[in-house]
């Protein structure tokens, strides 16, 4: 009867157990990768995890009214088999976690002569470019600083403060570095985990699956503005993406041509305000004039009260 309700409880514990690991939507190889190798390594724990717990209430259930217990003296077909056991969980855990790190999403992007120069703005060690055969790879440079994150699209001078975009079903490099003291770019959703460093560039790489919009943050304490040091990962479309890019560098380079022209516009706008302004003047004006009207006339009825407090003062 007890054995059946141990069973039960042990059995409902595993399925909340493999309920709770389900993948809620592959968001990006990197999570894919990871949210995988966790099932994997649940499938082994769990099954470890009842065995062992089941011999240990077996025992206490079983020797529990013993009252001079003997120690196990030498058994040495145990002692193989646990060793045994425990080197082939070791493995099957150590081969596991090796296929998925060794994938560049995961472990980081290793330079190598089938890759070409990384685009960045700094001469830092560190950047990894894409391969060559990655023709419509993306390249974004990632600058944190106290307290936020600048971030420059592929060479060009768009820039865009706590927000990252990046295009779905393409390589993205994200070449991350600080420009003071110690940061760390995180985003869970995508699987994107980075120090930002200053004088050096870590190099991260992504593809991303589902279009969305996602918080990042700073993942590494760095002052009174830690906190703060957050903003919005925005994976678009690949044709979106390239729209976006192609109207900030259009609008980039109107505010380089026309400085002046832009600034006469915005005088303009200037002047129009000051109209405006004048017209809530002359409306404060009528609203003075409103208010004196209003303030006789509740000094009249002061007056009127007070006349009616002399009234009462008569009849007492
Ligand atoms: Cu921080």
Redesign the pocket.
């Known amino acids: 009867m007890r054995v059946t309700r141990l069973a039960t409880a042990a059995l409902g514990g595993f399925l909340l157990l493999a309920l709770a690991a389900d993948p809620v939507l592959a968001q990006s190889r990197n999570a894919n990768l990871i949210n995988d190798l966790n099932t994997t390594l649940l499938y082994a724990a769990v099954p470890i995890t009842i065995l062992v717990e089941g011999i240990l209430i077996y025992t206490v259930l079983k020797y529990r009214n013993n009252d001079e217990p003997t120690p196990t003296q030498e058994n040495r077909r145990l002692e193989i088999t646990w060793t045994v056991a425990t080197a082939i969980v070791l493995l099957f855990v150590g081969f596991a976690s090796y296929q998925v790190l060794a994938v560049e999403v995961v472990g980081d992007p290793v330079p190598g002569e089938d890759r070409i120069e990384p685009t960045v703005s700094e001469d830092f060690e560190g950047a990894v470019g894409p391969k060559e055969t990655e023709d419509n790879a993306v390249e974004l440079e990632v600058q944190a600083f106290t307290?936020g994150w600048e971030t420059t699209y592929e060479g060009t001078n768009v820039t865009t403060n706590n927000q990252i975009r990046i295009p779905t079903d393409r390589p993205v490099y994200l070449h991350i570095t600080s420009r003071d003291w110690l940061?760390?770019l995180h985003q869970p959703d995508l699987g994107l985990k980075q120090q930002a460093q200053p004088g050096q560039y870590n190099t991260i790489k992504t593809v991303a699956y589902e279009e969305g919009s996602h918080q990042f943050y700073?993942?590494?304490?760095?002052?009174v503005g830690?906190s703060q040091?957050n903003g919005e990962f925005i994976v678009m479309s690949g044709d979106d993406y390239d729209q976006w890019l192609q109207e900030q560098q259009q609008a980039e380079q109107q505010e380089g041509e026309g400085g002046g022209s832009g600034g006469q516009q915005n005088g303009t706008n200037d002047q129009q305000n000051s109209t405006g302004g004048t017209q809530n003047q002359t409306g404060g004006t009528q609203n003075e004039t409103a208010g004196g009207s209003g303030g006789q006339q509740n000094g009249t009825a002061g007056q009127q009260n007070a006349t009616g407090a002399q009234q009462n003062e008569t009849e007492a």
């Open positions: 307290y940061h760390m700073c993942t590494e304490y760095c002052g830690h040091m």
